[in-house]
């Protein structure tokens, strides 16, 4: 039988400290979530944030009315920007905590299927600001 192993190198994983584990000395520990511009009190909600851009529509059996319909309606070949910025900000906006969106832009590579978002917000616990690459292969790279 062939080893596993589980890549928790966060440049692999494009998303930095955002994670749950890493592996420090041989053991597996929590992070603090700590990102660049946010503290501790925002980790919570930015992580609903990443998870909630992050959902594909119709991802989760138990849920297939949720998550963002990015292949449904944002990575198409004659997708509208203005209305899939709509939608992405609706994303962002719906996420318990955020009370205002303060900055946003939204970028799409239609050749590669990838779409690239950043956005400061005004939460219950502070300000949040991040840049989430997102392709249809799941990897994250853009």
């Known amino acids: 039988m062939a080893d596993l192993s589980l890549n928790l190198d966060a440049g692999r994983l494009h998303g930095g400290s955002l994670y749950d584990l890493k592996m420090v000395n041989g053991d597996f520990v929590l992070t603090d979530d700590s990102g660049a511009t946010t503290g501790a009190a925002t980790n919570g909600i930015l992580q609903q944030l990443v998870t909630r851009l992050r959902w594909f529509l119709g991802e989760w059996f ?3 009315d949720g998550g963002t319909p990015w292949l449904q309606q944002i990575l198409r070949h004659d997708a509208d920007p ?3 910025d709509a939608l992405l900000q609706e994303v962002i906006l719906g996420t318990p905590g955020v009370l205002v969106l ?3 832009s939204g970028e799409a590579n239609l ?3 990838t779409y690239r978002v950043s956005f400061t917000v005004k939460t219950t616990a502070g300000v949040v600001s ?3 690459p997102l392709s249809i292969s799941g ?3 853009a």
């Open 139 to 141: 990897s994250g790279a």
């Open 62 to 64: 138990l849920n297939v």
């Open 111 to 113: 050749a590669k299927r």
């Open 82 to 84: 203005s209305t899939v």
């Open 130 to 132: 991040y840049t989430l």
């Open 102 to 104: 303060t900055a946003y």
